[in-house]
Nanobody
């Protein structure tokens, strides 16, 4: 079993930056695929970014590509999401997900979420 704990959320003005962190219990087989999802009120959860721990290969949703960067520390026990040039539409609850494989892994394990609010 993998425990995920997100942090770093907060309120920022449009155009600002924020870095989210996701601490994992350890680097295991279940964390070979790590991803960030987000869900705005009244909307479906959507994948934001993914990283394959083994290869470092990343993938981004069109809406965030060029503005967000997903990465991991050397031990691969902490997942990051650097968010630059934040827009109002980026406001959502952001979730760390681990496990599975694919475009955004498959969300076998989930964190509790951290709120990101972007204001004008």
């Amino acid at each position: 079993q993998v425990q995920l704990v997100e942090s770093g959320g907060g309120s920022v003005q449009a155009g600002g930056s924020l870095r989210l962190s996701c601490a994992t219990s350890r680097n295991t087989y279940d964390t070979r695929c790590m991803a960030w999802y987000r869900q705005a009120p009244g909307k479906e959860r959507e994948g934001v970014a993914r990283i394959y721990s083994g290869s470092g290969s990343t993938y981004y949703a069109d809406s965030v590509r060029g503005r967000f960067t997903i990465s991991q520390d050397n031990a691969k026990t902490t997942l990051y999401l650097q968010m630059n040039g934040l827009k109002l539409e980026d406001t959502a609850m952001y979730y760390c997900a681990a496990g599975g494989y694919g475009t955004y892994c498959s969300g076998v394990y989930w964190g509790q979420g951290t709120q990101v609010t972007v204001s004008s």
